[in-house]
């Protein structure tokens, strides 16, 4: 059965810094590309930033560009979100996805979600 299970989410400051984690299981990892979204309550949910499996080409959301880096670890079955300079605005639950499809618009797999809330 395919997983995906974020972790990294929290409270953090303005300015501050979190790395958000997506650990992958059930499926081979390496061909699939996997995309970070983000969901406020009531609200629909945004595409942040993805990696494709093979190139590794990176895609973010303009409100992240230059604040937030995507990478991926094989070995580990893992994909990190580094997030810097977090706003308010950032705050959000965070969802990992996975897909065949290199700009991941119809994603196979979804984690459950971790919430990261930026204070002003």
């Known amino acids: 059965e395919a997983q995906l299970v974020e972790s990294g989410g929290g409270l953090v400051q303005a300015g501050g810094s979190l790395t958000l984690s997506c650990v992958a299981s059930g499926f081979t990892f390496d061909d699939y590309a996997i995309g970070w979204f983000r969901q406020v309550a009531g609200k629909e949910r945004e595409g942040v930033s993805c990696?494709?499996?093979?190139?590794?080409?990176?895609d973010y959301a303009d409100a992240v560009k230059g604040r937030f880096t995507i990478s991926r670890d094989d070995a580990k079955n893992t994909v990190y979100l580094q997030m810097s300079s977090l706003k308010p605005e950032d705050t959000a639950v965070y969802y990992c996805?996975?897909?065949?499809?290199?700009?991941?618009?119809?994603?196979?797999?979804w984690g459950q979600g971790t919430q990261v809330t930026v204070s002003s």
């Open positions: 990696l494709s499996a093979i190139d590794r080409d990176t």
């Open positions: 996805a996975a897909d065949l499809s290199d700009d991941v618009v119809d994603p196979l797999w």
